[in-house]
């Protein structure tokens, strides 16, 4: 979740008693107040529940109701799903044996072949403004850009006016042929007077027949729902979250948005692949097929779909599913037929002696869409977590730790040790917010510290350490994790992208990542100084971590944390 996904929204709306009974207790917050800051919640899960059983009928007959509620309540967290597995993939250990160890990967997912050398870590919010800045300046075909949203200060603007001069550019005659493509949440994009939309206009207007903006909205935001949920809480139902920045073949992958904190004092990871056309081809048809399924920007400011392709919310919600379900398999799975065709042929090649490329390494696409059903990052994050065992060591980052129940059944489980990195309070993105929002922070800590507590009460303190990230007046939003095989100094792998590995990454949201497995040394140990460099800036968790004064959490913000955390 980013900084914009504010909590409030929700289910459970035979608990409304409950709630009241908590309020009660929950002194010095008025009984107004909190009953303002859950109307929603109440409202939207009994209005869900009703409206779904009145006119279920109705909507098979004719395609939609104009006030049909997509189901919102969240079913339990299941338990970890069955992972793939093929014989003979597990159990290797050191380098030599990266290929094996992690071929099972390439029977699932594309799998691109890239050299090493042209893959770099990004560290700071300035290094990746910049180099975002640079690249579209010199784009001649392409920039794709996917995003939860756009920002409406000065930095957003002067990204703005870097397409711009490329577009002109272009129609000098240096490079006719430039499309220039964004994605972002409608939610997201559409709030407020000045928004992602008014920041992009006048570029549409412009260049319309090379300017393309595409507003993804989540066929779980509908009827009453989408009528009685504010506009500063309905992205809390589900987004588009993907975070893919890509210019010409080279390609950006990360969980920042754009947005000036993004620019500027907000931590989080990047990764440049330079000159991989064969990723960034990948990645601007995955980013083109989500767009090609999302409401169009006009140049009037209105919004419409593509001919043809079913309405978000107006629509039928499973036939709406199911279309875009399968318009983006279709990248998937035809990147992943014609990477298997070409890695046989290698192979083939390899047996005949002709000696192989410098492609050192493996890029893996990993896409999760729950709501279209496609949870293809989950599977293989639990794969991974899974073949962890003993003397591996997982560093695992989340700016907001709240990991799913069957994440954390690995976790705890017997296998890796674990250093997980979360932000402590004062980072966190929701840090001094006005009104509720700003006792978000505290239902982390009360998450955090269940967790702690599990953690003790299964005596894996030695093996499972829970890390704070501290930097005065920055914010923390990093996510993946880093994966170093049983005797091994420096990491093989790593989870780069936009997932958090929280409840709404698998299963409200639109997600993207990249699994990067290397043989280069050089790359391997960019990615152990991107971990230590993140790190070094942390405290170990420990009980009396809870005991400090500012860790008190409020007892309305403990009774209030079970019934929501589904949603952030």
């Given at each position: ?61 004719r395609g939609s109701s104009v006030l049909l509620l997509a189901p919102l309540l969240a079913e339990a967290d299941p338990s970890p799903l069955p ?486």
């Amino acid at each position: 979740m980013s900084s914009a996904d504010f909590l409030v929204s929700s289910q459970f709306a035979d608990k409304v008693g409950w709630i009241e009974t908590a309020v009660m207790m929950a002194a010095p917050m008025s009984w107004r107040r909190l009953v303002y800051s859950v109307y929603t919640p109440v409202l939207t899960g009994i209005f869900t529940r009703i409206s779904d059983r009145l006119f279920r009928t109705r909507d098979r007959r004719r395609g939609s109701s104009v006030l049909l509620l997509a189901p919102l309540l969240a079913e339990a967290d299941p338990s970890p799903l069955p992972v793939f597995r093929s014989p003979g993939s597990t159990g290797v250990q050191g380098t030599d044996g990266l290929r094996a160890r992690f071929r099972w990967m390439a029977e699932h997912v594309p799998a691109f072949r890239v050299p090493g050398t042209h893959i770099h870590i990004l560290t700071s919010p300035d290094q990746f403004y910049h180099t975002m800045k640079a690249r579209i300046k010199t784009a001649k075909r392409r920039v794709v850009m996917a995003s939860l949203y756009l920002g409406t200060g000065p930095l957003e603007q002067e990204l703005v006016d870097c397409m711009q001069e490329a577009l002109e550019r272009s129609q000098e005659g240096d490079n006719p042929d430039l499309q220039v493509s964004i994605l972002l949440d409608y939610t997201r994009g559409s709030r407020g007077k000045t928004n992602s939309r008014s920041m992009l206009l006048p570029l549409l207007k412009q260049y319309s027949s090379q300017m393309r903006v595409s507003l993804y909205h989540t066929p779980d935001l509908r009827g009453l729902l989408r009528l009685l949920v504010p506009q500063r809480f309905n992205e809390t139902i589900g987004v588009q979250h993907i975070k893919a920045y890509l210019f010409d073949d080279d390609l950006i992958i990360s969980g920042a948005n754009l947005s000036d904190s993004y620019f500027t004092n907000r931590q989080d990871r990047y990764v440049l692949l330079e000159n991989c056309g064969e990723v960034a081809d990948f990645f601007s048809d995955l980013v083109g097929a989500v767009g090609d399924v999302s409401l169009q920007l006009q140049t009037d400011n209105s919004v419409s779909m593509m001919y043809g392709m079913v309405h978000p919310y107006r629509g039928n919600r499973d036939e709406f599913s199911a279309s875009a379900r399968q318009h983006i398999m279709e990248v998937v799975n035809t990147a992943h037929a014609r990477q298997h065709i070409a890695e046989s042929e290698r192979l083939v090649r390899e047996s005949e002696g002709e000696e192989g490329g410098k492609e050192d390494t493996w890029v893996f696409p990993l896409v999760q869409m729950k709501p279209l059903g496609i949870q293809v990052d989950e599977q293989v994050t639990q794969r991974l977590l899974t073949d962890a065992g003993p003397g591996a060591t997982v560093f695992l980052t989340s700016g907001y730790f709240n990991l799913t129940r069957a994440y954390m059944s690995l976790v705890l489980g017997l296998g890796a040790d674990y250093r997980i990195l979360t932000a402590s309070p004062e980072v966190n993105g929701f840090f001094g917010a006005k009104g509720i929002a700003g006792e978000i922070p505290a239902a982390y800590i009360h998450i955090a510290r269940q967790f702690y507590s599990k953690v003790c009460q299964l005596g894996q303190q030695e093996r499972v350490h829970l890390h704070e990230y501290h930097r005065a007046q920055w914010t923390f939003h990093a996510k993946g994790l880093w994966y170093y095989l049983r005797g091994q100094v420096r990491p093989c792998l790593t989870l780069i992208g936009s997932p958090n590995f929280g409840y709404r990454s698998v299963h409200r949201d639109l997600e993207a990542q990249i699994a990067i497995v290397t043989e280069n040394q050089v790359l391997q140990a960019q990615l152990q100084e991107e971990q230590e460099l993140l790190y070094q800036r942390s405290t170990e968790v420990s009980s009396s971590t809870f005991q400090q004064p500012d860790r008190h959490v409020k007892l309305w913000v403990k009774l209030l944390t079970p019934l929501i955390k589904n949603f952030f």
